[in-house]
């Protein structure tokens, strides 16, 4: 498979593996400088040849490293429309409301 692989994302991957074998911990996020490079071949080269030589998906490295704000702290919409802030409700004897402007 080597030999088909252009020269810099051999170097890529030569340097990403070394990378790996002496990061502290498996799920360590890719350093910039790897995640720019790896997306720079990706522009370059097909999908399928940058996954396969760096191991990499590269569909991911354009996303943000940061995690997700999780939904529970999202705020309520409000409707904020002249119709429904002039308008008035009247009551009718059944319970049923009537829009009157």
């Known amino acids: 498979m ?5 020269a810099d994302l051999l170097k890529l991957k030569t340097r990403l593996e070394a990378w790996r074998a002496t990061r502290r911990y ?19 080269y097909s999908p399928s040849l940058v996954r396969s030589a760096l191991k990499l998906d590269p569909w991911r490295l354009k996303k943000p490293s940061t995690k997700k704000p ?7 919409h409000t409707v904020n429309d002249d119709r429904f802030q002039s308008a008035a409700l009247d009551q ?3 319970g049923r409301a009537v829009y009157s402007p």
């Open 2 to 6: 080597d030999s088909t692989v252009p």
């Open 26 to 44: 498996t799920r360590q996020p890719i350093p910039d400088e790897f995640r720019q490079a790896a997306a720079e071949m990706a522009g370059r």
């Open 70 to 76: 999780s939904r529970a702290h999202h705020e309520r």
């Open 92 to 94: 009718i004897g059944d």
